[in-house]
């Protein structure tokens, strides 16, 4: 039994005939507008998600709220919700109209971050939150499926590089945009609103960036569903013609089973370096507020035009650096890259945390953005070089459950946990930053290259049962 064969053996049963099949996608002008209403959703996402990190101080005072809680309104809320609605919907990605999918969740999460305005206690505020993750939870699986079938797989990268600046374009005028806000509504104080009576500077903010997001689910939903292309499984209708239909749940699971080494190192891979990276964003902000003496206004235009920046070149960067990767070294190019970046990462982690001078500390802070966004524009790709088309919902809502299960729900609570337990001074979070950061760069490391050779072999033998 050859490669191919071998390939097909562990795939659905009909999947072999279709799997080389050509594929026809919509005009290039089409699919990047897709991709451009995709990443205004994704900005969105993290405008709603991130914008807390800058509120730390005031909802604690207020609510009389310890780190480790704020960091349960940071984290854990997201990654709960991920585990009981994400693989959920990812199936639901895989076999339903993906553009009503994203519109739903788009409306959902813009009316729970308003929500987060009204409320008076820290048990409504978390259960909120949770409602925010759950709608966020659909977005990148169906951002990534709608992409993955409007461009053919050779020029798929950069579309995918470009939708995930959405987070830094998102985390960044959550720092901007809140900062500014918060400055307006400091200088106003509280509102009174009709018959739900005085609202404070931080809850003016999640009204603010809560309701035009509905704006934003409404052009989602106008969004035309593509033809899935490369589609494994299929069905005879009655009249004698091939229709797509979703890949039954055993033999996902048995693909990936056939494929753990492989998927499992991966997924822990992006899964540390995110527990790095939500931490680091959680707590950056109060890092400098705390340590340096900055407002939340200095901070929250400073850190959002760095993530702006840096966040964004980076995500291009490494989108491109890993589509020349992949032509010099095959399967293993985007993962070399993903080495390299991390090593190089690391001496700045520690300049931007040990440095006594806050202006100083900006210029490693920024190389610490810049490169590990790289990895932003890597993961989409090495993810889709790993699985069929009817596979990629399942599949990137399991590496999200991962991402969102230790990155949010470890990264922003360890750190808050060092703070609190550990050192028991708020002024030294910068020793729990780099901790965390430090261990996980290790972590993540390990399990890339646990993985490295089983992915190769992967995604070679899906190349080659590809062209059979």
Known sequence: MDDGEALRASMPPSAGAAAGQAATYPSPAYGWYVVAVLTVAYVFSFLDRQILSLLVEPMKRDLGLTDTQISLLQGLAFALCNVLVGLPLGRLVDSRRRTSLVAAGIAFWSLATAGCGLVRSYPALLLLR????????VLTPAANSLIGDHFPP??????LAVYSIGIF???GLALVIGATIIAGALRSGPLLLPLIGEIRPWQTVFLIIGFPGLLVAGLALSLREPRRTGALHHRI?????STVGAVPL????AYLRTNARAF????LFM??????GYGVAAWVPSMFIRRHGWSAVEIGHTYGLLLLTFGTAGVLCGGWLGDVMTRRHGAAGRLRAAVAVKLLTIPFIVAYTLIPDGRTALFPLAAAVFLPTFLNGLSPAILQQMVPNQMRGTAI?????VINLLGLGLGPTLIALLNDRVFHDPAAIHHSILIVSIAMVTLSLLCLLIAYRPYVALVDRLRLAATQ
């Open 154 to 159: 050779h020029k798929v990268g950069l579309p």
């Open 397 to 401: 809502s399991i590496s999200l459950l």
């Open 237 to 241: 209708a009655a009249d004698g013609t």
């Open 271 to 276: 899964g540390f370096s995110a527990v790095a």
């Open 250 to 253: 055993r033999d996902v699971v």
């Open 169 to 171: 374009i998102g985390g």
């Open 130 to 137: 949770m409602g925010v993750g759950a709608g966020e939870a």
């Open 264 to 267: 499992v190192g991966i997924n």
